[in-house]
């Protein structure tokens, strides 16, 4: 039996319309366009967060640099790097983490002219202090002295009158002796200290 054209032409108009409003008609001219507004726009969007990474760390390194700059202002400039001496006495382990958490390490002298004025530096800015923790021990392998970097150093500064280092297993960080002019001895980590901080200048 056939349907009455009434019922039949609603729903044709209805499916018209459907495909219409889907872009079906011109499906090429209006996904491009659509697609490349999208492509458009996720460029646009991605180069707008790579500019915000690098403005992020341009910042970073802004605020670093000011950090520098205010720990040579309370410390000294000397061989590219600034030294800070820190009077509250640590042990090596505690001193060397506080001062990589200001940016820096415990200072580790590489030739005879930074130990001077390492020694100068620290007789000037803590009178009376007798020693300071430097960047040099033994702790993981008994007479093999590295730094804080556990890089290998090929200058030492010990003192020799006093059979410097002792080479016992228990004294295996170095200190900087001011009384004994800048010469160095190995000392027990677990003591408590002052000591000098080292900041790399960019």
Known sequence: MARPVYLVLPIVLVLCLSLLQHGYSSPSRTRKAVLARQ???ATDEDDVK??????WQEVNSLKEIQAL???CLRGIKAHRKCYLTIEEPKHYHEANEDCIAQGGTLATPRDLNENNDLRDYAKRSAPGSKDFWIGVADIVKEGQYVD???????????DRSKKQPTGTQRESCVVLSVVAQGKWYDEVCRSQKKYICEYIIP
């Open 148 to 158: 804080v970097n556990s890089m290998p150093i090929s200058y030492f500064n010990w």
């Open 39 to 41: 492509r458009d726009r």
């Open 69 to 71: 700059q205010t720990v």
């Open 50 to 55: 790579s500019q915000l990474e690098k403005l």
